[in-house]
């Protein structure tokens, strides 16, 4: 089997860098969009919102027509406008190649997802003043429906299981 060449992209929330991540290895002949919508997947987002990515130097094709390899070192993902869950794309210059069936590798992930909706509380939490002790109304929580307290957040991400996710599920677009 021929090695495929692969780029080692970051994907960091801008206010919390090193606590809510993802580090990937995607195959450079990936649709950009395809790669966005599985980055929004490993971060939890419900894909209820809008989300774009922009770059300093405007590509020269929408998302949906460019490719992996067509991102610029340095970029910015906003999911949400309501929220503004704004993440830093940074595509590193040293590539991989891989002998490996994927078109998507997940390495590292830290902080387990977005709180659709609720990004003032996250940064309540960000901050320490948002804590496992807050009262929180449970018909109205900010905590996504699996977290039992605030710091569920931080709790462990099983990677293996998001890197069978990312490259089993197909998106309505994969098929035409």
Not at 41 to 61: F, S
Not at 132 to 139: M, P, T
Request: with cysteine.
């Amino acid at each position: 089997m021929a090695k495929d060449r692969y780029l080692k992209i970051k994907v960091e929330f801008l206010h919390a860098k090193n606590r809510f991540y993802r580090l990937f290895y995607v195959r450079s002949d990936v649709y950009l969009e395809s790669f966005i919508d599985r980055v929004l997947l490993t971060l939890r987002c419900g894909m209820d919102h809008l989300y774009d990515v922009r770059t300093e130097v405007p590509m020269e094709m929408g998302y949906d027509e460019a490719f992996v390899d067509d991102l610029p070192f340095k970029s910015l993902l906003t999911y949400d406008y309501g929220d503004n869950w704004q993440f830093l794309i940074t595509r590193y210059k040293k590539e991989k190649e891989l002998d490996d069936s994927r078109k998507y590798i997940l390495v590292e992930a830290k902080g387990l997802g977005i709180w659709e909706d609720f990004i003032g509380y996250f940064y309540e939490f960000l901050d320490g003043n948002f804590n496992d002790e807050s009262e929180i109304d449970r018909d109205y929580s900010p905590l996504p429906y699996d977290y039992v307290k605030p710091s569920d957040f931080d709790q462990e991400i099983d990677i293996d299981e998001l890197n069978e996710l990312l490259n089993k599920r197909t998106l309505a677009y994969d098929w035409w």
